[in-house]
């Protein structure tokens, strides 16, 4: 079995505690907006990492993020999920195994886009302040 290694990132990691040991039922949200936990593959340490994003769901599928806040490089989760497209997606008390694929096709960026920017409006202002394409990959049961 692989170990987890928390994040470096004090208030990440805070909530990914919280999140975890409460089942699903507390630290499911920042800023009042619903918050999924990405179990994710280290590529270079085959560790298990827990990254919280915004949860922006279309279906039954999720819509992941890289915005890191707008910086300048991806989150090193993309590489992650770029390595191991196999991730388990915690939205609150359920856990669902899921496979993930970067949107490469415009059309289909462009709708998961708006999807993402109305369920958390500074994704927006993220990919305004940068020149870096923010990466969205969609993540589908996986079956
Ligand atoms: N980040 C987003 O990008 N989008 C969101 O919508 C988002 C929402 C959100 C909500 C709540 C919350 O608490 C955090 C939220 N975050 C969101 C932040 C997100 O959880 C991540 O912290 C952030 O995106 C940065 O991701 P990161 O993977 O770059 O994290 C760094 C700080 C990190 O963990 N670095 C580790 C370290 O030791 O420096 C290494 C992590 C890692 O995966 N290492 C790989 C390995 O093999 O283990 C190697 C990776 C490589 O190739 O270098």
Known sequence: MAEYIPSPTEWVRNQV???????????TSLNG???IIVTNKGRKTGAIRKTPLMRVADGDNYVLVASR????????????LQA???????D??????MKVREVEDSAERQRLWDIAVE?????????DK??????V???EPAG
Do not use: K
């Open 92 to 97: 609150g008390v359920d856990v669902h195994s």
């Open 33 to 35: 907006l619903a918050v």
């Open 137 to 139: 990959f969609i993540a």
């Open 130 to 135: 940068t020149d870096r394409s923010i990466p």
């Open 69 to 80: 806040g707008g910086a300048p490089t991806h989150p090193v989760w993309y590489y992650n």
């Open 17 to 27: 505690e919280l999140y975890e040991s409460s089942g699903g039922t507390e630290g």
């Open 84 to 90: 191991d497209p196999n991730v388990e997606i915690r």
């Open 119 to 127: 369920a958390f409006p500074p994704y927006q202002e993220y990919q």
